[in-house]
């Protein structure tokens, strides 16, 4: 059994650098996860990580959303339940 089978994490700005490596660690210990990416020109590395953490067994989507913005964040919040 893995440490986070099952569990839902939300991750901001995975698309890159030190998000990313979260997302992936979370799915490695079985964690579905919710990621976000900032602007268009992340979205190809943001589909792209989506894809491989599917690949490693767990459910993860990625939503273009800016933390920085507090209806931006409840939206995502509100997305990510009504999805995971």
Do not use: P, W
Not at 6 to 32: C, D, L, P
Not at 38 to 52: C, M, N, T
Not at 65 to 70: E, K, L, R, V
Request: net charge negative; charged share 25%.
């Amino acid at each position: 059994m893995k440490l986070l089978d099952n569990k839902v994490a939300i991750v901001t700005g995975a698309a890159r650098g030190i998000g990313e490596g979260i997302a992936i660690k979370f799915a490695e210990q079985g964690a579905h996860v919710a990621f976000t990416y900032v602007s268009d020109s992340s979205a190809e590395k943001a589909a792209a990580l989506e894809a491989k953490l599917q690949a490693m067994g767990v459910k993860a989507k990625a939503y273009q959303s800016n933390a920085g913005d507090f209806a931006a964040c409840e939206k995502l919040v509100t997305d990510v339940l009504a999805e995971f």
